[in-house]
Structures are given as C-alpha cells and as structure tokens.
C-alpha cells in the first residue's frame, strides 16, 4: 500500500510540475501565439503618458510602444501584430505585470531592490532625480533649513520622505491623486506654496503641459537632490523577453525617440544624468 502510494504520489507531482510557473509560456511565446502585445502605461506622468488639452493618451511610453511593436514584427517575422493598451497607476503598475495582464509597464518606475513578486526592470532608459519648480520671483535658499517654507510633495512617496528628513522645519502640504503633480504647480503658480517637489522631469513635463515657460518656472537645484533611474517593468522570470526590450531601449531608434521627447530640456537632463553617472 505505501509503495502504491508513494508511486501515486510521484506521478501526481510530475502532472504538477507540468503546470508549475517555470513551465509557464514566456511573453515571446505568448505574443506569437495570440498576436497581441499587451502594455500599460499612465495618465499622470508627463512626458512619459499624460492627457493632452483634448483628453487623449499620448506620450514617450505611447510611441515606445509603437517602437516595440515594429521591432516585434521583425523579430517574430508577424505581418502585424495588435496592441492591447491598459492605463496603469501607481498603485497597481506591479501587479499588472506579476498578474500577467500585461507584458511590460512603461513609466516613471525608479529602479530599486524592494518591489513586489514576480516582476523586474529592464535597464535604464531615464535618469532624473528630486527638484523644486519654483517661480522666478521665489528666491530659497536650498542649504538652509527652509523654515516656514512652504513645499508641494505628493504624499506617501520616498520625496515626501525626503524632504521630510532633510528640511524638518519646513511646511509640507501633501497632495494625493492621479491629479497630485497638476495641483501642486498649479498651487505654485497662485503663490500657494513657494516649490513643488518631485522628479524633476515629471516637474519639468507638466509645467510644459500647463504652458509654463523654463525661463518662469524655473528647477532648483541644478543638479537633482536624489539619482532616480528609470525602468520599465516586465517579469522577473523570462530573460529572453527582457533581452528583447533592452535591446530595443538601447536601439539608436530609441535614442532618436528620446530626443524626440525631452531634446526641449535636454540641458536640464543630461546635467541631471551626468551627475548621477558620476555618482554611481
């Protein structure tokens, strides 16, 4: 009887590992067999993916996606292929790709150690870091303690922590919402708070989208308080697909996508990438 059921047992198992998670079908797989390439992206995150003045989707991570379709193609030899397009927010962008309703998340994902099951980064493709939007008439002196200054961040972020940290004398009001970024410039433009604080291409892409001028609304400091790298998110456990985007992200048709995008502050940019660079 035990040898009959340890025998149960071993073939029971070996069904099993004919399901498990690493005999799952990998995202190249996937595609080729149904034909759809399945991505999000989000609404509140310019340049990456915002609403233009005509509420439609657009932004860097929308015409990525146009970029990986075709290289798709050409990699799958497809005669087309169909893109299945979710919005995302930060509160679910993990779980779209852990879930497997997406195959990749493209937006404002800083690359770091602690994330959620089941998912990963590709490699860089943005680097930015914290910066305050302020006004040209707003003078702050960013070495003192900033008493009584009153900063935008958006609540429960890591810049909401770091300000925190290093300007404890300093007057926060949190902003929360797919709409935090949008009110907290707003709010410096109406003299409400003396800065909003965040990424400072998220900063510098939504004073654009409002019409604010660089030379109005300027970013402080120079050089980001913070390094943040960005990544898209894809599954931590299909490395052919990863390859796949990386070499897409590292294509000189992504680098042309890219100055496409942010060439209007590329100044702005490249100092915040160099610095980061030389502080690896």
């Excluded at 040209?136 to 922590?161: H, P």
């Excluded at 990386?246 to 490249?270: M, R």
Aim: hydrophobic content about 40%; aromatic content about 8%; proline content about 4%.
């Amino acid at each position: 009887m035990k040898r009959q059921l340890a025998s149960f047992l071993t073939s029971s198992l070996f069904f099993l590992g004919l399901t498990s998670p690493a005999q799952a079908e990998s995202s190249l797989e996937k595609i080729q067999r149904t034909g759809i390439l399945s991505v999000a992206i989000r609404e509140d995150a310019a340049p990456f993916g915002y609403l233009n003045t005509n509420n439609k989707l657009q932004g860097y991570c929308l015409d990525f996606f146009a970029l990986l379709e075709r290289q798709l193609i050409n990699k799958l030899e497809r005669n087309t292929l169909s893109v299945k397009l979710l919005k995302s927010k930060t509160a679910n962008r993990f779980s779209l790709v852990a879930d497997g309703i997406i195959d990749l998340e493209c937006g404002p994902n800083t690359i770091r150690a602690n994330i959620p099951q089941h998912t990963n980064f590709s490699q860089v493709f943005f680097v930015t870091g914290t910066q305050f939007l302020v006004s040209q008439n707003t003078s702050i002196d960013l070495d003192s303690d900033l008493a009584n200054i009153k900063l935008g961040v958006i609540n429960n972020t890591s810049t909401e922590e770091f300000i925190a940290q290093r300007y404890p004398k300093a007057t926060l009001r949190k902003y929360s919402g797919v709409t935090a970024r949008i009110r907290g410039i707003q709010a410096v433009e109406q003299g409400k708070i003396d800065a909003m604080i965040s990424d400072g291409i998220l900063l510098r892409g939504e004073a654009q989208r409002q019409g604010l001028s660089l030379e109005e609304y300027p970013l402080i400091p120079d050089t980001p308080l913070t390094c943040d790298r960005y990544g898209m998110i894809i599954s931590d456990n299909d490395p052919e697909w990863r390859d796949f985007v990386n070499s897409v992200i590292a294509s000189p048709e992504a680098a042309a996508l890219s100055n496409s995008w942010f060439g209007q502050v590329f100044n702005s940019t490249q100092l915040s990438s160099n610095f980061c660079q030389s502080s690896q």
